[in-house]
């Protein structure tokens, strides 16, 4: 039965289970009816990987398990960076998003420093979301993130600010706010600042007013 459905022969949709690739751990059942090639999953932080296996619609036998997949993990160098991070917890939108999540794999980290007070940064904003969508957009955008720090004196403003970016935002409350400002130096804004997502080193100090160059950026974190 399995080998049928491993060539695509007669299987409506299969049953998906995964387990940390460790002895003797339980397989979990992660979907019933599974019709998709591809599939995503959160929070694997198991340093030693998880295994899947499927198992065809109305069949008995289960494939044989997967090669260990180990997921994208934040290295200690951003760990570090962000340590101030309350619960190492961002803000995505009106959703939190864990720091592993939101910037485990990623090759470019650009911090924002801005405030809704200020004039520049009001005409900048809007040009760094048209970029950021239409980056996003492409397979290089899934390797790239913006966080934004906001400069703005309260959090009702920032509150109001941030509802018109498309990207991650430290919490307004949280001291690693001040602390990466403080790290990147900000005596500014508008501040973009580009990070090596690895590593957490400045590559460019401010890319306000310069091109948006991911590949030249990529190049620089070679160096």
Not at 2 to 25: H, I, T
Not at 91 to 96: A, D, I, Q
Not at 102 to 121: E, N
Not at 185 to 202: E, N, Q
Request: a neutral charge.
């Amino acid at each position: 039965q399995w080998e049928a459905a491993k060539d695509g022969k007669g299987a409506d949709g299969y049953e998906l289970q995964m387990r940390e690739n460790s002895g003797g751990s339980h397989w979990t059942t992660l979907a019933t009816n599974f019709k998709n090639t591809e599939v995503r999953k959160k929070n694997l932080d198991n340093v030693t990987g998880y295994q899947f296996r499927v198992r065809p619609a109305g069949a008995d036998v289960f494939s044989p398990a997967s090669n260990a997949v180990i997921g994208p993990t934040l290295g200690w160098e951003m760990k570090h960076l962000f340590r101030d991070l309350d619960d190492e917890t961002l803000l995505g939108g009106t959703k939190e998003v864990t720091l592993d999540d939101a910037l485990a794999g990623k090759d470019i980290v650009l911090l924002y420093a801005s405030a809704h007070w200020c004039g520049p940064c009001r005409q900048f904003t809007p040009q760094l979301a048209n970029w950021y969508r239409s980056m996003k957009a492409t397979p290089e955008g899934k390797k790239v993130e913006v966080v934004f720090l906001s400069a703005d004196h309260d959090e009702r403003s920032f509150q109001q600010y941030y509802a018109t970016q498309p990207w991650l935002a430290i919490p307004y409350d949280a001291d690693a706010r001040e602390g990466l400002m403080a790290h990147i130096r900000v005596s500014g804004i508008p501040r973009l600042c580009v990070l090596d997502g690895r590593t957490g080193r400045i590559l460019e100090d401010n890319a306000v007013g310069k091109p948006m160059d991911i590949n030249r950026w990529k190049a620089l974190a070679r160096k």
